[in-house]
């Protein structure tokens, strides 16, 4: 046998309390015990073992039950452990080892463990292991309670399951899976690149314009940059200088104050040295005190040892002479007993007398006695060989009669035989007028299937059109929905890089963005009305022509007071933050006067004043006054010039379009990139792109419920075509059945004509076998009658011999009843001594307890003489070292005067040093007060440097210096260029800086995803590929292994039945992919009926039939069957055992059983026991062992 388990090993496991090792051999191994004793949980631990997750399966409620839960007597377990081990010589499973332990853990905690040989791994690893051997959490190795029945009961789709792992296809379908939900993955990352995608082509084109601007705007910055730090960095080489000069002047007076605080650090220090001086004595004098007190306990404690031992000694006197009035009662009680003893000597002498004559008269009897019994013996061996002879003859006499009985059993068992043929052959005759009624009702049955199946089909061609019309309705609804959300992803993308924008203040100065964004937190920013952008709204299609008028002014920012924009203007120095333009509500000031002088030709030429084009809030209409009062909004270029000239060109003039004409009539205008924004273009796009956004959105949700009213209407056509492909395939799969059960029927036919024909054969061959009988019951009473004669002549004999014998055993009597009362007087004589004897033992026992008494006494009386000695000298000796601890208290006296009188000196030299830290103090303070004048000269220089510093930090950071050129010669008007290129750039407006960036980062975005796409798309292709190969494999070795399976189980079904039909078949040959498997079965002389209507044997005989198949075809290493023949009657449990039998010279089996007839099949048996209530225990026995034994 290759693959093969040797070992399981369990604990804590359910009911097994304590661990339990199983040893398994090639063969039958049976497992038994009675209800409730836990023998299946052992099937259990192997099915748990090898990866069952479902703990229905396994017969609980929750994963931890199968963790022992503990009993009356113990505490429950934390951890569950079953190891299974493999034998694997010839490396059938792909590890290189000769055995393969797999343990499973389970910690009540919930925490698991899956280990192959003592290493970690993963339940995937054992699983993948044990793929297509037969074993596994879904293979037909482990076969429990109700699982040989539910292999009938289960739905035919169900039921592939045990024959896919028979084909070895388990591991292709999971790589399929695999497969499949990659390809899933795949399809879901390729639909999101494309959104994404086209988030980013919609970007791409704004950027772009963007960016260019953004370049434009930071070349004439790098010009201004250049000016400015070159012109003002010139201008703080004068303050540094000056700097350096006052810095030289202060580290000179900082050189004197260093000589000073020397001089003052060594006072400080001699002080400190002194102080530490007198600390020390105060410690010396402490300490001194302390041996003082120490040295008076010492000789405390010796006077009060000496006290104690004085006591001790009083106390060992006492008990010398308690020891020595003992020892003198000891001598008196010693010579009381040695005057006993002698008395007790005499009298074992007298009882030895009188004993000495019976004595003599007990040998004679026993003499006599012997005699007797000799005579006696031969008697009963004459007697006992008569009785052997009429044994013998009886016995001969027996076993004739006993032939004559089984002779005339065989006779009435024949006649029986003759009888039974003749109502078999009455019972096939009539069930083979049925079999072809049956016949005739089935051939009807089959064209009513056909007519059903025709009329099916038309309806599906009906159905089949009217779901074509839905479809493409259906596909044309979709279409519009698709480009609806193709529509609302463009306006999602552009809203939100818009609104993006507009939330991030893109295009607003550092400052502005700073004030609104990072000082919500400052006193001033409660004063802050908001930007003037935010403020206004513009009337529809005038966004163009206020940004015009506006410029910059858009991002001024208004608030309450003048005294809180001076705040907010140290603000951005301090913090580096930029620059912004206030609009204080209290300190503004403007009048629309002039304006309203020009009302009446205004409103001649189509134009309106620029703030009648707005809605805001009254409070502000002063700072937009301010912006706006000569800002006039003509219908084109056309009329502004002509209404510029009106107005003495002193107003300024724009257009919807953009122009504009300046007072003083310079003229601006020409084309404008539609797609860079303004702010209020901005926020009016932003508007226009929701409410667009918005109204796709409804036209979406009106064509999304239309695709599912169409989905609803072509699932509704769709589940009619299955109902009518259903009853199609039902009425196939009947009209199939009846084909089968007609040619069933036409076999049995033929099968009872030939049964007829054969019981005839037989009756008559029986009736012949009668005549034999009847001749030989005549010579066997002849025989029996001759023995009975020998039998009467032997008892006459025995007779006459037990009178004599008779006589001989009174005799006996006699000399046994005179001998039992000699013995009788001797016992109690001996008894009487004995007694005698014991008390005389006592006695001397008694005196060698006194003798050890007093030789105890003795030795404790030369103990107690030593202690004496020892406690005088101990005494002594601390008399001595009293005096000596005296003789140290005086001199420590001495020591600890002498340290009072040194610290006084010191504390004087104290007191001196004291004086002269406080002289140094003064003079410190001084030297402060000097270098503090130097400190506020240079931090009022250095506040005017740091002034310019961050003028040029607020505008170019912190690395400014590094930009300066050596060689720059700043020009006469270098501040007139600074103040045009600044010009220069407010006329740009806003710009997006961050266009540059955004721009290069979303182009290689954009490139990196349609390389992933194209990636992607080609992963795909490889994917479908490898699905349909697996499928081509998976096809193939099904359908070859079920049609071996096939030929299996018909021919072990009738070996089991001992004839009968049997069958396997599948619902959809087309689809053997994902068919059900159906199974017939007719037992002999039974009609082909449906499986739920077999008796309990019959379908569990017919599952057995269906298991044995799949092993001979695909055997698994072992195989646990757990009380499958539970089922059988004994007839069936025989030749379940002999299948058992036959399987096992190639298979191992674990069987867990009660039946006699299954245990007999069994070479090893492991009994299970609960001798303690809710613990497993097991005891072993192998059977081939007993079998030679017995």
């Given at each position: ?58 017969r609980g409620a929750k994963m931890d039950d199968v963790i022992f839960a503990g009993s009356a007597e113990r505490k429950p377990l934390g951890l569950a452990e079953v190891t299974i081990v493999l034998d694997n010589s010839d490396r059938s499973l792909p590890v290189d080892f000769s055995e393969i332990a797999v343990t499973r853990k389970l910690f009540r905690s919930g925490e698991s463990d899956y280990l192959i040989n003592k290493s970690s791994v993963r339940l995937r690893d054992i699983l993948e292991l044990f793929y297509d051997t037969g074993l596994g959490k879904e293979a037909y190795s482990v076969i429990g309670q109700g699982k040989i029945d539910s292999i009938l009961s289960v739905r035919p789709e169900e039921r592939r399951n045990i024959f896919e792992e028979a084909a070895g296809i388990i591991k292709y379908k999971t790589r399929k899976q695999v497969a499949e939900r990659k390809l899933e993955e795949t399809d879901r ?637 001797l016992s109690a004589a001996y008894q009487e001594a004995n007694g005698k004897i014991a008390l005389k033992d006592r006695l001397l026992r008694q005196i060698t307890e006194i003798d050890d008494s007093d030789n105890d006494f003795e030795m404790r009386k030369q103990q107690l003489e030593a202690e004496r000695l020892k406690i005088r000298e101990q005494i002594a000796a601390l008399e001595a070292r009293i005096v000596e601890e005296k003789n140290k208290l005086a001199s420590q006296e001495s020591l600890v005067t002498q340290s009072k009188q040194e610290k006084e000196q010191v504390l004087a030299v104290i007191k001196e040093l004291e004086f002269k830290e406080r002289s140094f103090r003064r003079k410190n303070t001084d030297f402060q007060n000097q270098l503090h004048q130097y400190d506020l000269l240079i931090n009022q220089t250095t506040l005017e440097l740091e002034n310019q510093l961050n003028n040029l930090k607020e505008d ?235």
């Open positions: 046998m290759s693959l093969y388990l040797k070992r399981l090993e369990i604990i804590g496991f359910k009911s097994f309390a304590d661990k339990i090792k199983l040893q398994f051999l090639p063969g039958v191994t049976a497992i038994v015990g009675p209800n409730g004793s836990g023998k299946s949980n052992i099937s259990d631990a192997l099915r748990w073992v090898l990866g069952e997750q479902s703990i229905k399966n396994l990352n390729l639909l999101r690149l494309q959104d994404i995608l086209s988030e980013l082509e919609a970007q791409l084109g704004p950027l772009e314009t963007q960016s260019n601007l953004a370049q434009s705007y930071l070349h004439l910055k790098e010009e201004l940059s250049c000016l400015e730090i070159n012109h003002f960095g010139g201008l703080i080489q004068n303050h540094q200088v000056k700097l350096e000069e006052l810095d030289k002047a202060k580290k000179d007076i900082e050189q004197q104050y260093q000589d000073f605080e020397g001089q003052e650090s060594i006072i400080e220090g001699e002080l400190e040295k002194s102080r530490l001086q007198s600390l020390n004595y105060d410690n010396q004098i402490t300490e001194m005190n302390e041996d003082y007190y120490r040295i008076q306990n010492q000789i405390d404690k010796c006077t009060e040892q000496i006290g104690f031992l004085q006591t001790k000694f009083g106390d060992l006197e006492q008990q010398e002479q308690e020891y020595q009035n003992n020892k003198t009662a000891n001598m008196s009680r010693r010579e009381a007993i040695s005057q006993e003893q002698s008395m007790i000597e005499q009298e074992i002498t007298a009882i030895k007398e009188k004993s000495g004559s019976d004595e003599a008269a007990l040998i004679q009897i026993e003499g006599k006695l012997a005699a007797q019994n000799k005579e006696l013996l031969q008697f009963e061996a004459q007697e006992q060989g008569l009785k052997d002879s009429i044994i013998e003859t009886l016995n001969e006499i027996a076993a004739l009669k006993n032939k004559m009985n089984t002779n005339h059993l065989q006779k009435d068992f024949i006649l029986k035989q003759i009888g039974d043929f003749e109502k078999q052959m009455a019972t096939i005759g009539a069930q083979l007028g049925e079999f072809e009624r049956d016949l005739a009702a089935k051939k009807e049955q089959l064209g009513g299937i056909l007519a059903e199946i025709e009329q099916d089909h038309d309806s599906q061609s009906k159905l089949a059109g009217e779901l074509k019309e839905k479809e493409s309705e259906l596909t044309s609804c979709e279409n519009k929905n698709l480009e609806l959300k193709e529509k609302i992803r463009g306006l999602e993308s552009k809203y939100g890089l818009l609104d993006e924008m507009e939330r991030s203040y893109q295009g607003y100065f550092q400052g502005v963005k700073a004030l609104v964004a990072e000082a919500v937190d400052q006193p001033f920013s409660r004063s802050i009305q908001g930007i003037v952008a935010d403020l206004i709204q513009v009337q529809s299609g005038m966004e163009l022509a206020i940004e015009t008028a506006l410029g910059s002014s858009l991002q001024n920012v208004v608030i309450e007071d003048d005294r809180s924009a001076q705040d907010a203007i140290a603000y951005l120095k301090r913090y580096n933050k930029g620059r912004a333009t206030f609009l204080p509500l209290n300190t503004i000031e403007s009048s629309d006067s002039k304006m309203q002088q020009y009302h009446n030709m205004l409103q001649q030429y189509g134009c309106q004043p620029a703030i009648s084009l707005l809605e805001f809030d009254p409070k502000y209409r002063g700072a937009l006054n301010y912006m706006l009062h000569q800002t006039v909004v003509a219908p084109d270029l056309k009329t502004a010039v002509q209404i510029s000239s009106k107005l003495d060109r002193s107003f300024r003039i724009v257009t919807p379009e953009g122009d504009l004409v300046n007072p003083g009539g310079s003229i601006t205008g020409g084309s404008i990139d539609k797609r860079r924004l303004g702010l209020l273009s901005r926020r009016r796009e932003i508007e226009d792109l929701k409410q667009e956004k918005n109204e796709a959105e409804v036209n979406l949700a009106k064509g999304l419920q239309n695709v599912k009213d169409l989905k609803n209407q072509f699932i509704q056509l769709s589940h009619e075509i299955e109902a009518a492909k259903k009853h199609e395939q039902e009425a196939k799969i009947r009209k199939a059945s009846i084909d089968r059960e007609l040619q069933i029927t036409e076999g049995t036919v033929t099968r009872s004509h030939q049964e007829i024909t054969s019981l005839m054969e037989q009756r008559d061959e029986l009736a012949s076998q009668t005549e034999r009988f009847d001749s030989d019951y005549q010579e066997l009473a002849a025989a029996i009658e001759a023995k009975q004669t020998e039998l009467h002549r032997i008892e006459g004999q025995l007779t006459g011999f037990t009178e004599e014998m008779r006589q001989s055993k009174q005799s006996k009597d006699g000399l046994i009843e005179g001998l039992s009362d000699l013995k009788s007087r170019y950071g912190n690395d400014w210096m590094a930009q300066i050129d050596p060689s720059w010669t700043s020009p006469p008007d270098a501040l007139t260029q600074i103040e045009e290129h600044k010009e220069e750039l407010r006329k740009l407006g806003t710009v997006n800086l961050a266009a540059v960036e955004d721009y290069q980062q979303i182009k290689q975005r954009f490139d990196f995803l349609t390389n992933q796409s194209q990636d992607l798309t080609h992963a795909k292709e490889s994917l479908l590929k490898v699905i349909a190969e697996i499928e081509s494999t998976i096809v193939k070795r099904f359908n070859e292994t079920f049609q071996e399976v096939k030929i299996q189980f018909k021919k072990i079904y009738a070996e089991l039945f001992e004839g009968g039909v049997a069958d396997l078949f599948l619902l959809d040959p087309e689809n053997s992919l994902d068919s059900g498997i159906e199974i017939v079965a007719q037992p002999p002389g039974k009609k082909l009926q449906s499986l739920s209507l077999l008796s309990g044997g019959e379908r569990a005989m017919t599952a057995i039939a269906l298991l044995f198949s799949i092993l001979a075809v695909k055997p698994s290493p072992f195989c646990v069957l757990d009380e499958i023949d539970a089922a059988l009657d004994e007839v069936n449990v025989s030749r379940f055992a002999h299948l058992l039998e036959m399987f096992s010279k190639q298979l191992q089996f674990i069987v867990v059983t009660h039946r006699r007839g299954t245990m007999e099949a069994a070479s090893t048996l492991y009994g299970v026991t609960m001798e303690e209530m809710g613990v497993t225990k097991l005891i072993s026995l192998d059977l081939n062992q007993v079998q030679k034994a017995g």
